[in-house]
C-alpha cells in the first residue's frame, strides 16, 4: 500500500486504505465503519498545523501526532494542552494530559469546545466511530464537485448523554477515509459539519492539507461558527 488518506472525523484524518471499493463492493454499513476504523492502525505521521477561526481570525497552531496506538494533538499557545486518544481500547478513548498525569476527558466535557474553535472533545474523541447501529443511507453517493464514489452511512448513538445523536459520514470507496461528516441532535437538526476541502501529495501519498467544519443553530439552521484545521507536510519521525 503506497497511496494514504489522512482524515482529520470527523476528525482529524483520511485513513490509508487497506482494502479497495473493486475488491468488495458490497460492503455492509458496519464493514465500511470497520474499515474506517482499521485505518487509523496503518498511520504513522507527525504533521504541524494550525486552527484558524473564521470570523475572528484568531489561530492556534498544534502538532498532530498519528501512530497506531494512539492520536496526539499538543496545542502550543499558552496555557499549552495536549490530549491523546488512545486506539487501542473499544472505544478509543481520550485522554487529556496534565501536570501530575493524565485524565480520561469526562463524557459531560464532550461538547466543550476545544481551545475556543468549533472542535469539541467528542470530535476529537470519534466516539461516533464506534457506536452499534449503523445503516447504510447510500452505497453509490458522490461526493463534491469530482462526484468521489462514496459510501453514505448513518450511526446512531446508544444514548442522548454526548452533543451528537446521529451523525452521517462519507466514506471514500477508493481510500476507506471519511471525505465529510454531518452530526445531528435528537431532533435531526444539524449541530456540525466537517468537510476536506484540500489534499496535499507528497511522496506518492494523498493527505489532508485542509478541513472546513461548521458548528449550525439547531433552531434555525443557521452558521454559528466555521474553523479551519490546516496541516503541513508530515515531518520526519
Known amino acids: ?10 476528525l482529524s484524518t483520511l485513513g ?34 494550525v486552527l484558524r477561526d473564521d470570523a475572528s481570525g484568531k489561530t492556534e497552531p498544534l502538532e498532530l501526532t498519528l ?18 486518544l488512545d486506539l487501542t481500547t473499544t472505544p478509543a478513548t481520550l485522554w487529556q494530559v496534565k501536570s501530575g498525569g493524565s485524565t480520561p476527558v469526562p463524557l459531560g466535557n464532550a461538547a466543550d469546545p476545544v481551545r475556543g474553535m468549533d472542535l469539541n472533545y467528542e470530535d476529537l474523541s470519534l466516539r461516533f466511530m464506534y457506536w452499534k447501529t449503523v445503516k447504510m443511507l447510500d452505497a453509490n453517493a458522490r461526493l463534491g464537485a469530482a462526484r468521489v464514489k462514496c459510501w453514505l452511512i448513518r450511526v446512531t448513538s446508544p444514548d442522548t448523554r454526548g452533543p ?17 461528516m454531518e452530526a445531528y441532535n435528537t ?23 485542509e478541513m472546513r467544519i461548521e458548528s449550525f443553530n439547531p433552531l434555525n439552521g443557521e452558521p454559528k461558527g466555521r474553523t479551519y484545521l490546516t496541516l503541513d507536510a508530515p515531518q520526519k519521525q
Do not use: C
Open 16 to 49: 490509508a486504505p487497506f482494502l479497495k471499493a473493486e475488491e468488495a463492493p458490497e460492503l455492509t454499513a458496519e464493514q465500511v465503519l470497520v474499515l474506517v476504523r482499521r485505518s487509523y492502525a496503518l498511520q504513522n505521521h507527525r504533521m504541524a498545523g
Open 164 to 180: 451528537y445523536y446521529t451523525v452521517d459520514l462519507w466514506v471514500e470507496k477508493a481510500s476507506g477515509g471519511i471525505g465529510k
Open 67 to 84: 501512530t497506531g496506538s494512539v492520536m496526539r494533538f499538543r496545542f502550543k499557545n499558552e496555557p499549552p494542552e495536549i490530549v491523546h
Open 187 to 209: 431532533v435531526s437538526k444539524m449541530v456540525k459539519r466537517f468537510q476536506v476541502t484540500k489534499i496535499q501529495k507528497v511522496d506518492g501519498t494523498t493527505l489532508l492539507k
Open 1 to 10: 500500500m503506497n497511496r494514504r488518506h489522512l482524515l482529520a472525523s470527523a
